[in-house]
Nanobody, 127 residues
C-alpha cells in the first residue's frame, strides 16, 4: 500500500510562492515509469492537473501553469515539492499529490491511472 502525505502552510499571501511537499513513506519516487504529480481543486471547480516529476527526475507541467510552477524532489527522503509562484486568491484550492502515469498527445502531457492519492490539503490565498 502506497501512502502519500501533503504538508505545507494553509495560508499564503497574494504574490508569494506557495510551497507544498509530498512525502511517500514506504515507497520510492524513483521506481521506473512512475510519475508523481500535483492536482488541485478550486472551490466549485473540477480537478486540475498541475504537473509531475518522473522517476528519472524530469518534470512536466500543465501549459496553463507552466510559467508559475516548478516541481523538485529529494529521493533520499522520498519527497517531492511543488512551488507555485505569484499566487492570487484564484489559487485557493485543495491541493493533492498523487502517483500515476503520463501520456503525450495533442502536444502536451496528460496524467492517466492516478492510483494513489494523498488526502489533500487546503491552501487559502488571502492577505
Amino acid at each position: 500500500q502506497v501512502q502519500l502525505q501533503e504538508s505545507g502552510p494553509g495560508l499564503v499571501k497574494p504574490s508569494q510562492t506557495l510551497s507544498l511537499t509530498c512525502t511517500v513513506p514506504g515507497g520510492s519516487i524513483t521506481t521506473n515509469y512512475l510519475y508523481w504529480g500535483w492536482i488541485r481543486q478550486s472551490p466549485g471547480k473540477g480537478l486540475e492537473w498541475m504537473g509531475a516529476i518522473g522517476f528519472s527526475g524530469n518534470t512536466y507541467y500543465s501549459p496553463s501553469l507552466k510559467s508559475r510552477t516548478s516541481i523538485s524532489r529529494d529521493p533520499s527522503e522520498n519527497q517531492f515539492t511543488l512551488h507555485l509562484s505569484s499566487v492570487t486568491p484564484e489559487d485557493t484550492a485543495v491541493y493533492y499529490c498523487a502517483r500515476g502515469l503520463l501520456v503525450y498527445y495533442s502536444s502536451t502531457y496528460h496524467p492517466i491511472s492516478m492510483d494513489y492519492w494523498g488526502e489533500g490539503t487546503l491552501v487559502t490565498v488571502s492577505s
